[in-house]
């Protein structure tokens, strides 16, 4: 089968400094993909060349096998929604009739529905909307296009957390009722942790995670007690953070556990924690410095 | 692989991957009676919107258990909970008991200096509180 995307040695430069730097990776058709990061670690531009709207400065991009830019056949099997896209100064319901000519499998009825459900009013102008309102157009269009290839770049600017809750609905009965390849892009790692499949975490232009969301969950732990015995448990591994207070520690070390290695937690009355997904994403995003000064 | 869905480790629970968890929900009703053997147990689709999760994670749960012949796909309609789900579900957790709920509860009494005849008493009394088997 061949891959939705593919990015092999991929590189974006501008002038003396570097957005992405021989980036790799490959996403499966239908799958729902996380591309996690801090501001500014490359994912608006990795978006912006899988979109064939900007150019790698070395390495290669290939989405549906084809090279995007300038292609029109795959460019319309894959839609992109911004944050902060710009409209032009249309009616809510114009620039709904403009995407549909777009895109091949749009769904009138599902846009009509969207747009209830949001609560947005057809005949007003785009310019006069809330932020909310018009991340919400965004998310009707991205949805209702059903395009193969689905690219949300953190869409929710000014949704309040019950309109970000339907989003997050919607798109999970979506991918139900029609697969699709889902790229999401986000901060709000923790909200959507559930809904992805599979995690491509970038920072400073870098793929420092690429992995299934099942061995993410669990790959790093927080083992806490007290502070000889959780010494004692975690010798060996790379020490990613350290808390001490009194008599305990609390010291954050990657996975992955085995049974044994569980059990004698449990002996030595320790406790374990996981590290939540957008925990982990600082701590990836830190670590190196981290193993400096560790 | 082995994903036993009973073998949910207590102190890494969150890091439990989803699937299993899912899995060991459907286990869980299936052994409470919840779902009854020959019943049809819900849909990928139903699972991932229940739960709010991928609808891939949802499958891959439902095929831990079709694996372990605990459900049974009937072409068209649906998965079931297969004939002896029950007994087999149970069995294997049964196995699983000492290692679950008695080696902690031992390494606790110990930790706090129980000994094992106070443990004994306390358990009977503990199990005639509260009605003692139920099943």
Same mark, same amino acid.
């Given at each position: 089968?061949?891959?939705?995307?593919?990015?092999?040695?991929?590189?974006?430069?501008?002038?003396?400094?570097?957005?992405?730097?021989?980036?790799?990776?490959?996403?499966?058709?239908?799958?729902?993909?996380?591309?996690?990061?801090?501001?500014?670690?490359?994912?608006?531009?990795?978006?912006?060349?899988?979109?064939?709207?900007?150019?790698?400065?070395?390495?290669?991009?290939?989405?549906?096998?084809?090279?995007?830019?300038?292609?029109?056949?795959?460019?319309?099997?894959?839609?992109?929604?911004?944050?902060?896209?710009?409209?032009?100064?249309?009616?809510?319901?114009?620039?709904?009739?403009?995407?549909?000519?777009?895109?091949?499998?749009?769904?009138?009825?599902?846009?009509?529905?969207?747009?209830?459900?949001?609560?947005?009013?057809?005949?007003?102008?785009?310019?006069?909307?809330?932020?909310?309102?018009?991340?919400?157009?965004?998310?009707?269009?991205?949805?209702?296009?059903?395009?193969?290839?689905?690219?949300?770049?953190?869409?929710?600017?000014?949704?309040?957390?019950?309109?970000?809750?339907?989003?997050?609905?919607?798109?999970?009965?979506?991918?139900?009722?029609?697969?699709?390849?889902?790229?999401?892009?986000?901060?709000?790692?923790?909200?959507?942790?559930?809904?992805?499949?599979?995690?491509?975490?970038?920072?400073?232009?870098?793929?420092?995670?690429?992995?299934?969301?099942?061995?993410?969950?669990?790959?790093?732990?927080?083992?806490?007690?007290?502070?000889?015995?959780?010494?004692?448990?975690?010798?060996?591994?790379?020490?990613?953070?350290?808390?001490?207070?009194?008599?305990?520690?609390?010291?954050?070390?990657?996975?992955?556990?085995?049974?044994?290695?569980?059990?004698?937690?449990?002996?030595?009355?320790?406790?374990?924690?996981?590290?939540?997904?957008?925990?982990?994403?600082?701590?990836?995003?830190?670590?190196?410095?981290?193993?400096?000064?560790? | 692989?082995?994903?036993?869905?009973?073998?949910?480790?207590?102190? !890494?629970?969150?890091?439990?991957?989803?699937?299993?968890?899912?899995?060991?929900?459907?286990?869980?009703?299936?052994?409470?009676?919840?779902?009854?053997?020959?019943?049809?147990?819900?849909?990928?689709?139903?699972?991932?919107?229940?739960?709010?999760?991928?609808?891939?994670?949802?499958?891959?749960?439902?095929?831990? !258990?079709?694996?372990?012949?605990?459900?049974?796909?009937?072409?068209?309609?649906?998965?079931?909970?297969?004939?002896?789900?029950?007994?087999?579900?149970?069995?294997?957790?049964?196995?699983?008991?000492?290692?679950?709920?008695?080696?902690?509860?031992?390494?606790?009494?110990?930790?706090?200096?129980?000994?094992?005849?106070?443990?004994?008493? !306390?358990?009977?009394?503990?199990?005639?509180?509260?009605?003692?088997?139920?099943?």
């Amino acid at each position: 089968m061949i891959p939705t995307i593919s990015a092999t040695g991929l590189g974006r430069r501008y002038r003396d400094e570097v957005a992405l730097d021989n980036i790799s990776f490959v996403i499966e058709p239908g799958s729902v993909t996380g591309l996690l990061g801090r501001n500014g670690a490359g994912k608006t531009t990795l978006m912006r060349i899988i979109t064939g709207q900007e150019f790698p400065t070395s390495g290669e991009i290939r989405v549906f096998g084809e090279h995007p830019a300038e292609n029109d056949p795959v460019l319309r099997r894959m839609i992109f929604v911004r944050e902060e896209q710009n409209y032009p100064d249309l009616r809510v319901e114009a620039a709904i009739r403009v995407a549909s000519w777009f895109y091949p499998n749009w769904n009138d009825e599902l846009a009509t529905q969207l747009l209830a459900d949001f609560g947005l009013p057809r005949r007003r102008r785009i310019r006069k909307l809330s932020r909310g309102m018009r991340s919400a157009v965004g998310i009707v269009i991205g949805l209702a296009a059903r395009a193969e290839l689905t690219l949300f770049d953190e869409p929710y600017a000014g949704l309040d957390p019950a309109a970000r809750q339907l989003f997050y609905d919607r798109l999970l009965t979506e991918i139900s009722e029609y697969p699709r390849t889902v790229l999401l892009s986000t901060h709000l790692v923790d909200e959507v942790a559930d809904l992805l499949e599979h995690i491509v975490m970038l920072d400073k232009g870098r793929v420092v995670l690429d992995a299934p969301a099942d061995e993410v969950r669990g790959k790093a732990v927080t083992v806490s007690g007290q502070a000889s015995v959780v010494e004692e448990f975690v010798a060996g591994r790379a020490i990613w953070h350290r808390q001490r207070l009194g008599g305990r520690a609390a010291v954050t070390v990657p996975g992955p556990f085995d049974d044994v290695a569980l059990a004698r937690a449990r002996a030595m009355h320790l406790c374990l924690e996981p590290l939540s997904l957008q925990q982990l994403l600082v701590h990836a995003s830190s670590k190196e410095q981290e193993k400096v000064s560790a | 692989m082995n994903h036993q869905p009973e073998g949910a480790v207590p102190a !890494l629970d969150e890091g439990t991957p989803l699937f299993v968890q899912i899995a060991e929900q459907l286990a869980d009703d299936i052994v409470d009676g919840v779902l009854a053997e020959g019943t049809r147990v819900p849909s990928t689709n139903e699972l991932a919107a229940f739960y709010r999760i991928n609808p891939a994670t949802a499958a891959k749960g439902i095929n831990v !258990l079709v694996e372990d012949a605990v459900l049974e796909k009937r072409r068209g309609i649906g998965m079931f909970v297969a004939d002896g789900a029950r007994e087999q579900l149970r069995a294997i957790r049964r196995k699983k008991f000492a290692e679950q709920y008695i080696d902690p509860m031992l390494a606790e009494a110990r930790r706090l200096g129980i000994d094992g005849d106070t443990l004994v008493t !306390l358990i009977r009394g503990s199990s005639s509180h509260n009605g003692g088997d139920t099943a």
